[in-house]
């Protein structure tokens, strides 16, 4: 438990001084090197990237104008994915509604419900692949270079916290 502990406050620490640029954000407008968006998708869905592309997005070093393209694209991800997640909070209100319920419930009873929200789950996992390719081709070779090499090390500094920590899963040390 302690072991999770630790792992816990590192990340937390590792996360509050990558955050850190956002206080300024507020007051300065975007940081330089790349943009930032909020951490998470529209109400509690899937973040309109993958979370190691956003971090990794901002070491590309954009243009102004290469930014102004990237809004574009996730604009036009956001018009997309807006009635999907509306879609999916309804389901899992219906079967959070089921499950809470004082009648008797059986699996088969959440069974289309679940298949809708894995159909949705796909088209929203569809797009974030699709806008993720279009912010792709906004980028030059070199500035895909840059963001490759940040995850490198994103990725690195993920391995050395396992390493002292263990897995984010692993049974708590004796």
Same mark, same amino acid.
């Given at each position: 438990?302690?072991?999770?502990?630790?792992?816990?406050l590192i990340a937390a620490a590792?996360?509050?001084?990558?955050?850190?640029?956002?206080?300024?954000?507020?007051?300065?407008?975007? !940081? %330089? =090197? &790349? *943009? $930032? #968006? !909020? %951490? =998470? &998708? *529209? $109400? #509690?869905? %899937?973040?309109?990237?993958?979370?190691?592309?956003?971090?990794?997005?901002?070491?590309?070093?954009?243009?102004?104008?290469?930014?102004?393209?990237?809004?574009?694209?996730?604009?036009?991800?956001?018009?997309?994915?807006?009635?999907?997640?509306?879609?999916?909070?309804?389901i899992r209100e219906q079967i959070?509604?089921?499950?809470?319920?004082?009648?008797?419930?059986?699996?088969?009873?959440?069974?289309?419900?679940?298949?809708?929200?894995?159909?949705?789950?796909?088209?929203?996992?569809?797009?974030?692949?699709?806008?993720?390719?279009?912010?792709?081709?906004?980028?030059?070779?070199?500035?895909?270079?840059?963001?490759?090499?940040?995850?490198?090390?994103?990725?690195?500094?993920?391995?050395?916290?396992?390493?002292?920590?263990?897995?984010?899963?692993?049974?708590?040390?004796p």
């Amino acid at each position: 438990m302690l072991k999770n502990l630790y792992a816990i406050l590192i990340a937390a620490a590792i996360l509050g001084t990558s955050l850190c640029p956002g206080k300024v954000l507020a007051q300065e407008g975007p !940081p %330089p =090197g &790349g *943009m $930032m #968006g !909020p %951490p =998470g &998708g *529209m $109400m #509690g869905g %899937p973040p309109p990237l993958p979370p190691p592309l956003m971090m990794a997005l901002r070491a590309a070093n954009l243009t102004d104008d290469q930014k102004k393209q990237v809004h574009t694209v996730m604009d036009s991800n956001r018009a997309t994915t807006a009635p999907l997640m509306s879609q999916m909070h309804s389901i899992r209100e219906q079967i959070a509604d089921k499950l809470l319920s004082s009648g008797s419930v059986s699996a088969s009873d959440l069974t289309p419900l679940l298949t809708q929200q894995e159909q949705i789950q796909q088209q929203l996992d569809t797009q974030m692949v699709s806008t993720a390719i279009q912010i792709r081709g906004v980028m030059t070779a070199d500035q895909l270079s840059k963001v490759s090499a940040a995850n490198d090390k994103l990725k690195a500094i993920h391995s050395q916290i396992e390493s002292i920590l263990g897995p984010p899963d692993a049974p708590p040390a004796p």
